[in-house]
């Protein structure tokens, strides 16, 4: 396909070519069973990326949530909170563990979890004498939430928090990384991520009590004997050290990942500035990856399925913004606290192209379509 007419996609993976000389090199070593010394270098890495002391690399970012879930020893009947603009993984796992999730709302300043939201659930849950004991808090396209006020609240409720920086390697709030907040965090290598290792996650934490018990439950729950013996139910959920070096590799060109998704937002906001569009907004103390830059239609004349759909026939990828939780079929009935924001931001809402990888050329055909589309609708 010529470059006026080849696909353009959402976030695919940047590959830039060390990562087969890095995955070669481990082929060579016959370190292709589960753990190895890219794996053990890769979880290194990721420590000092996020400045926690301990890191275990696992199977996805769905593992990791699971895994830390089970580590927090929350179980069958007991209430986490999850934010309700996300993706349906981060409220997934808690339903694996046999608790209740309960969702809340988006705030405006930063699209995530409300503080204030987030508080009066609290309250309410323990008014009715079902207390949540742990929270799954999400960094939304690659922007933290306000975990200063969040980590304020859990401390004083005694809620343990998750942070959930699936989307998020490589950004900050109030001067630290993603996934560095609560008791734990978690990534995921997803292949639409800043980086890949073709599907992977990780947990991070500081407490090697809970990395300890995590490499446990992802390695089948062996006990320390010559012969197989398992005293409870564990999981096959470690990253391969293969698809560790692969990611070692995407690793090192960090910075670069960043530095272009950046330009590509901002190319997105000079394009777009006298358009009907708002953006995701950045907080003073937000430092964000722009992992996916997203606009909101200002225009109630323009519908955002009628641009999205156009910007499909010209083989460009878009999607809507998250649809909240609380909406989804497999949630009916769970319980929630919201305020309208996250179901104003999902009816008006598009992710664009975004990949590092994006050539100038792509983007603009991509700038060119979105301000034909809204144009002809206002």
Request: glycine fraction near 8%; charged fraction near 20%; aromatic fraction near 8%.
């Amino acid at each position: 396909m010529t470059s006026k007419n080849h696909r353009i996609f959402l976030s695919p993976p940047d590959v830039r070519g060390t990562e087969s000389k890095m995955v070669e090199e481990a082929i060579a070593s016959n370190w292709v069973a589960p753990i190895g010394p890219d794996l053990d270098a890769f979880e290194d890495e990721l420590a000092e990326q996020c400045g926690r002391e301990h890191v275990v690399c696992l199977t996805s970012g769905t593992a990791a949530i699971h895994l830390a879930l089970l580590a927090l020893g929350i179980g069958p009947g007991d209430r986490v909170a999850v934010a309700t603009f996300t993706f349906a993984a981060s409220a997934n796992p808690v339903v694996y563990v046999g608790a209740e999730p309960f969702f809340i709302d988006s705030e405006s300043t930063s699209w995530n979890i409300s503080p204030e939201l987030l508080e009066a659930a609290i309250d309410q849950s323990q008014s009715e004498g079902k207390p949540i004991k742990a929270l799954v808090a999400v960094d939304l396209y690659g922007q933290c939430a306000d975990y200063q006020a969040i980590e304020a609240i859990c401390d004083r409720y005694g809620v343990m928090l998750i942070d959930d920086a699936a989307e998020a390697l490589g950004s900050h709030a109030f001067g630290r990384p993603a996934a560095s907040f609560g008791h734990v965090g978690i990534y995921s290598f997803n292949g639409n991520k800043i980086i890949t290792t073709s599907g992977g996650g990780a947990l991070a934490t500081d407490d090697p009590t809970i990395a300890a018990r995590v490499r446990s439950l992802a390695t089948q729950a062996r006990e320390p004997v010559a012969h197989y013996e398992h005293r409870e139910i564990g999981y096959n959920y470690r990253l391969s050290n293969v698809l560790a070096a692969f990611g070692r590799a995407q690793l090192a060109t960090l910075g670069e990942r960043l530095a272009r998704r950046q330009e590509i937002n901002e190319r997105y906001k000079s394009e777009f500035a006298d358009l009907p569009v708002s953006f995701m907004p950045i907080p003073a103390w937000s430092e964000p990856n722009h992992w996916l830059t997203t606009i909101v239609l200002d225009d109630s004349r323009v519908s955002v399925d009628n641009v999205r759909v156009a910007l499909e026939e010209l083989g460009i990828e878009s999607r809507p913004l998250w649809k909240p939780l609380h909406l989804q079929p497999c949630f009916e009935g769970a319980g929630h606290l919201v305020d309208g924001t996250s179901e104003r931001l999902f009816a008006g809402g598009l992710c664009l192209p975004s990949g590092s990888g994006l050539r100038d050329v792509d983007q603009d055909r991509v700038v060119a379509a979105v301000r034909q589309q809204l144009l002809a609708g206002s």
